[in-house]
């Protein structure tokens, strides 16, 4: 079984049980694909001010993205966005590392929705069968305002189509508005791999 697969199969508890997980993210890539990708689309899309629920937001890697992207004079970055964090696994709350969100929660998005309703909605990392399912998308659906958009990264593996494997293309609630295909991380036995950005809407 590949590194990716194994990942996918672990839960959540045992996964993050000893993981580095910052760490882990700069080593293998991630803050430069997904956590890249979804600051300048977070930026490119919403105005400065715009509340952004970060679902699964682990230690803090979209708000340290936004961060790195003040360090770097890309434009809207650290205070610019109003950022919620939401995740189910407490261990990674109790070790956040970023500094610049305004609230983080204990949150299962497969069985509620969150306790308000956004704009801008972000799940970098989530999208897969140990995490968050395609049952959710009625979830999601009910977390965003009428006009709100919705960003997650999808795992590619063995080059199948992972939007219809995982029901995304299926279930009833979102709709997908664009994918794109970008480098992620780079695994330990297969190099570089690949995840598909995919925006949703409401139905």
């Given at each position: 079984?590949?590194?990716?697969?194994?990942?996918?199969?672990?839960?959540?508890?045992?996964?993050?049980?000893?993981?580095?997980?910052?760490?882990?993210?700069?080593?293998?890539?991630?803050?430069?694909?997904?956590?890249?990708?979804?600051?300048?689309?977070?930026?490119?899309?919403?105005?400065?001010?715009?509340?952004?629920?970060?679902?699964?937001?682990?230690?803090?890697?979209?708000?340290?993205?936004?961060?790195?992207?003040?360090?770097?004079?890309?434009?809207?970055?650290?205070?610019?966005?109003?950022?919620d964090g939401y995740d189910i696994n407490a261990k990674m709350l109790d070790t956040f590392e970023a500094t610049n969100y305004r609230s983080t929660s204990?949150?299962?998005?497969?069985?509620?929705?969150?306790?308000?309703?956004?704009?801008?909605?972000?799940?970098?990392?989530?999208?897969?069968?140990?995490?968050?399912?395609?049952?959710?998308?009625?979830?999601?659906?009910?977390?965003?305002?009428?006009?709100?958009?919705?960003?997650?990264?999808?795992?590619?593996?063995?080059?199948?189509?992972?939007?219809?494997?995982?029901?995304w293309r299926t279930q009833e609630h979102l709709e997908i508005v664009s994918e794109e295909s970008i480098k992620s991380l780079i695994t330990p036995d297969?190099?570089?791999?690949?995840?598909?950005?995919?925006?949703?809407?409401?139905?």
């Amino acid at each position: 079984m590949t590194w990716l697969k194994n990942v996918l199969n672990i839960s959540v508890d045992e996964l993050y049980k000893n993981w580095d997980y910052h760490k882990w993210c700069i080593e293998a890539g991630w803050m430069d694909g997904p956590i890249a990708y979804t600051t300048n689309w977070v930026s490119d899309n919403f105005k400065p001010g715009t509340e952004v629920a970060d679902v699964a937001c682990g230690n803090g890697q979209l708000g340290i993205g936004f961060s790195n992207r003040t360090a770097n004079s890309l434009g809207y970055g650290n205070n610019d966005f109003v950022i919620d964090g939401y995740d189910i696994n407490a261990k990674m709350l109790d070790t956040f590392e970023a500094t610049n969100y305004r609230s983080t929660s204990l949150h299962d998005m497969n069985n509620n929705s969150l306790p308000r309703k956004y704009k801008c909605i972000t799940v970098i990392g989530a999208f897969n069968k140990s995490h968050i399912n395609s049952d959710s998308a009625k979830m999601f659906a009910e977390s965003l305002e009428d006009d709100g958009l919705l960003i997650a990264s999808v795992s590619i593996v063995d080059k199948e189509d992972p939007l219809e494997l995982m029901g995304w293309r299926t279930q009833e609630h979102l709709e997908i508005v664009s994918e794109e295909s970008i480098k992620s991380l780079i695994t330990p036995d297969e190099g570089q791999k690949y995840h598909i950005m995919a925006v949703f809407k409401k139905k």
